[in-house]
């Protein structure tokens, strides 16, 4: 698949998403602000059986505009999804 112009990093992770087949997907981003080293705890959570698990970052070192925009959009997320 191949895109003719920069899309955004959700739109690359759909596109990414029509292609996998395995019956669990990881997405991490390169910058590397949630560790790899987390993966085998989501990885363990799928095997007991949610659907979708996530991780929260402790110690954000984001402007408090970047942390007000989160919790927005996490809350939203919550009323949408139905998910803590």
């Known amino acids: ?16 998403f029509e292609k996998c087949s395995g019956e669990i997907i990881v997405t991490l981003d390169a910058d590397l602000q949630n560790p790899p080293e987390e993966i085998a705890k989501l990885v363990a959570e799928m095997e007991k059986g949610h659907d979708v698990v996530g991780s929260i970052r402790q110690k954000r070192q ?23």
């Open 1 to 16: 698949m191949e895109f003719n112009g920069n899309f955004g990093q959700h739109m690359a992770i759909l596109a990414a």
């Open 62 to 84: 984001d402007t408090f505009f970047r942390r007000t925009a989160s919790m927005l959009v996490n809350i939203a997320t919550r009323k949408m999804t139905g998910m803590k």
